[in-house]
């Protein structure tokens, strides 16, 4: 009788233990998925309890993703899609593509949540930031008026870029159209994605960024850099709740409902404040770090429903294309 050399027999020993480890996949934009950003440490997390593979795949910027997702359809091979927001909800459930979860929780979104298809993992305001001491404006009418030079991202691939077209849809309504034509010549570039875009303004190439009111706090705790900070504006800041998803076409659904109800425990959110410098949707026990900011008054947080912005998000993308295509 033939018999297996050691090595060899370890080595089909291993190749078997690999083939029989189930494989979650999960799609997210790219700063989630970065050495820097949350995915590392959610990954170690998960498979700590899972007894499983968690692949996290950066797919382009949040808005990127449900245009993956519909051209990939019921073929792709993402089991979680994390990276949405509600903005994008009522288009990414209308295509079917999503199935509903079961995860309960104590939200700290404002205004509480309540979808049966998407859940929230963190939630924050869009701001322009830029450098501390510098004469910063107080809404979009005197950025437009005055001479900084901000970068922005496309709102057809980013969802701060959709955010912002939301945030001046939401702020001036039917005057929009004008506030973008008074703004268009403050914008350096549009970039694809949020890390583009930050990277440009770090670099001095532009005075201020669209980002997101907890983004100083990156350079206070993690750099000791108090440099930086946002402009408040007295329109107020629109709000954006990030999501996660499961696909009603994975191959390893209960896998994929462990890692939506694994999203909101302890162990996932208290990642998320000095990773992905966003307010984590359920609070975690140790609270939020010194430096990071209150949240906003409601009266300054402006937000449509996911149905209305779908509504208006057509109509908003050309009013931005048409100002700046000028």
Same mark, same amino acid.
């Given at each position: 009788?033939?018999?297996?050399?050691?090595?060899?027999?370890?080595?089909?020993? !291993?190749?078997?233990? &690999?083939?029989?480890?189930? /494989?979650?996949?999960?799609?997210?934009?790219?700063?989630?998925?970065?050495?820097?950003?949350?995915?590392?440490?959610?990954?170690?997390?998960?498979?700590? =309890?899972?007894?499983?593979?968690? #692949?996290?795949?950066?797919?382009?910027?949040?808005?990127?993703?449900?245009?993956?997702? #519909? @051209?990939?359809?019921?073929?792709?091979?993402?089991? /979680?899609?994390?990276?949405?927001?509600?903005?994008?909800?009522?288009?990414?459930?209308?295509?079917?593509?999503?199935?509903?979860?079961?995860?309960?929780?104590?939200?700290?979104?404002?205004?509480?949540?309540?979808?049966?298809?998407?859940?929230?993992?963190? $939630?924050?305001?869009?701001?322009? /930031?830029?450098?501390?001491?510098?004469?910063?404006?107080?809404?979009?009418?005197?950025?437009?008026?005055?001479?900084?030079?901000? /970068?922005?991202?496309?709102?057809?691939?980013? =969802?701060?870029?959709?955010?912002?077209?939301?945030?001046?849809?939401?702020?001036?309504?039917?005057?929009?159209? &004008?506030?973008?034509?008074?703004?268009?010549?403050?914008?350096?570039?549009?970039?694809?994605?949020?890390?583009?875009?930050?990277?440009?303004?770090?670099?001095?190439?532009?005075?201020?960024? @669209?980002?997101? =009111?907890?983004?100083?706090?990156?350079?206070?705790?993690?750099?000791?850099?108090?440099?930086?900070?946002?402009?408040?504006?007295?329109?107020?800041?629109?709000?954006?709740?990030?999501?996660?998803?499961? @696909?009603?076409?994975?191959?390893?659904?209960?896998?994929?409902? #462990?890692? @939506?109800?694994? &999203?909101?425990?302890?162990?996932?959110?208290?990642?998320?404040?000095? =990773?992905? $410098? &966003?307010?984590?949707?359920?609070?975690?026990?140790?609270?939020?770090?010194?430096?990071?900011?209150?949240?906003?008054? !409601?009266? #300054?947080?402006?937000?449509?429903?996911?149905?209305?912005?779908?509504?208006?998000?057509?109509?908003?993308?050309?009013?931005?294309?048409?100002?700046?295509?000028?």
């Amino acid at each position: 009788m033939k018999t297996v050399p050691f090595f060899f027999a370890g080595l089909m020993t !291993a190749t078997s233990v &690999m083939a029989d480890t189930p /494989v979650l996949t999960v799609y997210t934009y790219d700063s989630f998925a970065s050495d820097w950003g949350p995915g590392p440490a959610v990954e170690e997390a998960f498979e700590a =309890t899972c007894g499983c593979d968690l #692949q996290i795949v950066p797919a382009g910027d949040g808005a990127a993703l449900l245009a993956r997702i #519909q @051209l990939e359809g019921a073929r792709s091979d993402a089991d /979680v899609v994390l990276g949405l927001d509600t903005n994008l909800t009522a288009a990414a459930a209308a295509t079917d593509l999503f199935a509903p979860h079961s995860v309960t929780a104590d939200f700290a979104v404002p205004g509480g949540w309540d979808d049966p298809t998407f859940v929230p993992f963190d $939630w924050g305001y869009f701001a322009f /930031v830029g450098n501390a001491g510098a004469d910063l404006p107080a809404n979009f009418k005197a950025l437009g008026d005055s001479d900084t030079k901000i /970068v922005i991202q496309d709102p057809r691939s980013s =969802t701060p870029g959709l955010g912002l077209l939301m945030w001046v849809k939401q702020a001036y309504g039917d005057d929009a159209p &004008m506030i973008w034509e008074n703004l268009a010549d403050n914008v350096v570039t549009v970039t694809a994605g949020w890390s583009e875009a930050y990277g440009m303004f770090l670099e001095g190439e532009a005075d201020m960024v @669209l980002s997101y =009111t907890t983004s100083p706090a990156y350079h206070i705790i993690a750099e000791e850099d108090m440099s930086k900070t946002f402009a408040t504006f007295d329109e107020g800041h629109y709000m954006q709740i990030e999501v996660a998803g499961k @696909l009603a076409g994975s191959d390893q659904p209960e896998l994929a409902d #462990q890692f @939506l109800n694994f &999203m909101v425990t302890d162990a996932f959110q208290s990642i998320i404040p000095t =990773t992905n $410098w &966003m307010f984590p949707a359920v609070t975690p026990a140790s609270g939020l770090p010194d430096g990071f900011p209150m949240a906003l008054p !409601a009266e #300054q947080s402006l937000i449509f429903a996911p149905e209305q912005a779908a509504a208006v998000r057509d109509d908003a993308l050309a009013e931005w294309q048409a100002a700046l295509s000028k």
